[in-house]
């Protein structure tokens, strides 16, 4: 496995958790208790909090803060200057320390560049929230999210193909011949 990169202008506080093959880039900063798994990239100015979990192969974009309560699964993109909250109705004369919120990005999820996640919602599996987005809700799995506040708008294969259902509540993914089936619990991979 590769070794672990910290440029040198970064900081890593003592207690954090750095997977093997991970990198991290310029003037970041990793809080102690934060866990990172196995080849995950942050770019510059990424800040990641004390008990944030990211899982393998999380690739986080320039100008991104991870803040407490927030759980990445494998396989998820942060893009450039994407926003989390940790509280609900922060207030500057209230210490809220302690009532953070969790918000769980599911395995391949991607968050767009600029998009707002407000705390306490979960992001399915596969799901695709669009650049600028400020997602209020949870979103389901494979779902495309896009707006303020975010709405469904499409479907999306794990590879990022488009899915189009049939009115036999079948999709075919253009790109890699994936097949999924949607039901009134929502969209699966039809194995």
């Given at each position: ?10 900081v ?51 100008n ?36 953070y919120e ?7 999820a991607?968050i ?12 399915g ?42 009115q ?24």
């Amino acid at each position: 496995m590769e070794e672990v990169f910290i440029h040198p202008t970064a900081v890593v506080d003592e207690g954090a958790v750095i997977g093997p093959g991970s990198h991290i880039w310029h003037f970041s900063h990793i809080m102690p208790g934060a866990v990172l798994g196995e080849s995950c990239n942050l770019g510059q100015n990424v800040m990641v909090a004390s008990g944030v979990k990211l899982g393998n192969n999380v690739k986080i974009q320039n100008n991104v803060s991870v803040y407490s309560g927030v759980v990445c699964e494998d396989d998820v993109f942060l893009g450039p200057s994407c926003v989390f909250t940790n509280v609900k109705n922060p207030r500057s004369a209230v210490s809220r320390r302690g009532c953070y919120e969790t918000t769980v990005v599911r395995r391949g999820a991607t968050i767009g560049a600029n998009a707002t996640v407000v705390c306490g919602v979960e992001i399915g599996k596969y799901a695709f929230v669009g650049a600028g987005a400020v997602v209020t809700r949870p979103v389901g799995d494979y779902a495309v999210v896009t707006g303020a506040p975010a709405r469904q708008t499409g479907w999306m294969c794990r590879c990022g193909g488009k899915l189009s259902f049939g009115q036999d509540c079948m999709a075919v993914c253009g790109d890699c011949l994936r097949k999924y089936m949607k039901t009134d619990g929502g969209v699966y991979e039809n194995e």
